[in-house]
């Protein structure tokens, strides 16, 4: 008896594992408009835009330019793939997957055309769970900074 409700837990922890690596992430929830994002208040986002976690960050290269070089800087990190639009649209959701437990995060991204160059908007969130231990602040920072827009 013990052993079968030990084999029942462990299979139950595999499934549930099995669940989170391999999830869908649909587009039409997760491809969301930073300067739109409604936040759930939860410490596991964060957003870079007027009124967010830190304002807009603003670069003198062209929206498709920036939007381009994001687009190799997300997909040279591990785990991450294009979810919803294009670096030409000027728009782009990426899903990242944690390493060992495959946890998803979406990260949306968003140039628009100012004045001479480019404002630039990103909503980085957890879909598990209410704290991210700093995950998202830290990969949009390592972002920006690989953009030298820090």
Do not use: C
């Not at 030990?6 to 690596?21: F, Q």
């Not at 835009?49 to 990190?77: H, I, K, N, T």
């Amino acid at each position: 008896m013990k052993r079968t409700l030990l084999v029942a837990v462990a299979g139950l922890a595999v499934a549930g594992l099995g669940y989170i690596r391999l999830a869908p992430m649909d587009p039409v929830e997760w491809h969301v408009d930073p300067e739109a994002a409604q936040r759930t208040g939860n410490p596991n986002d964060y957003l870079v835009a007027d009124g967010g976690d830190r304002p807009a960050a603003r670069s003198d290269v062209l929206p498709g330019a920036l939007m381009a070089r994001l687009d190799e800087v997300a997909l040279a990190e591990d785990g991450t793939e294009r979810l919803a639009g294009s670096p030409e649209g000027g728009f782009v959701t990426y899903v990242q997957r944690s390493r060992i437990m495959g946890y998803p995060d979406a990260i949306s991204v968003r140039a628009v055309p100012d004045g001479d160059g480019s404002r630039l908007t990103i909503y980085s969130r957890s879909r598990y769970g209410k704290s991210d231990m700093g995950v998202n602040e830290a990969r949009v920072k390592r972002w920006l900074a690989a953009l030298d827009l820090t």
